[in-house]
């Protein structure tokens, strides 16, 4: 009996260990920016902090308060560019700022991810790979198809949401009384 204890403990032991390792390689983060793109970032941009999803960004301007959060209606001036340097898109103008409510699918996914690190006054440079800014189709004729984007972004205020986020889309699944 103590035998077949002892298989049964090997045995989940084993089971345990190819689980845990499959679950670490099917989440593993690959690198969300192709090769041409991460020697420009690393040369131009060493010190960029990385999100879990592979946007990056520097804190320029830490900025006070609290970071902002998903259902702050946000307030910024930011500039967009191609990672040649091409503006394709700007709101620098204080009296016309760019106003939206984070995390609400208004903007591209990787603003509603990266200014959640933003304060207000904080001033940074956000690196988004293409699957967070236009995807695959791009946003023609300014954003080629496959561009990642470079943002400088300030963040002007940030106004408490009072409502919270809302629930998932129902996929027209009625619920049981």
């Not at 910024?76 to 700022?97: H, I, Q, R, S």
């Not at 984070?102 to 904080?122: E, F, N, T, Y």
């Not at 470079?150 to 049981?176: Q, Y």
């Amino acid at each position: 009996m103590n035998q077949g204890m002892s298989l049964r403990l090997k045995l989940s032991l084993l089971f345990t260990l190819v689980l845990s390792l499959s679950f670490s390689t099917a989440f593993a983060q690959r690198e969300p920016f192709n090769e041409e793109e991460q020697a420009f970032l690393e040369s131009r941009y060493p010190e960029a902090k990385r999100l879990v999803t592979g946007v990056r960004y520097v804190i320029h301007a830490e900025g006070t308060g609290e970071p902002a959060r998903n259902g702050d209606m946000v307030t910024v001036l930011y500039k967009g560019m191609l990672f040649n340097g091409t503006v394709f898109n700007e709101a620098l103008d204080p009296a016309k700022p760019f106003v939206f409510r984070l995390g609400r699918g208004q903007v591209i996914d990787g603003w509603d991810q990266a200014l959640k690190v933003m304060r207000v006054g904080s001033k940074a440079t956000l690196l988004i790979p293409f699957e967070l800014a236009y995807g695959t189709r791009g946003n023609p004729p300014a954003v080629p198809k496959k561009t990642s984007l470079i943002f400088e972004v300030e963040m002007l205020k940030i106004e408490r949401g009072s409502t919270p986020p809302p629930p998932p889309a129902d996929e027209g699944k009625k619920k049981k009384k």
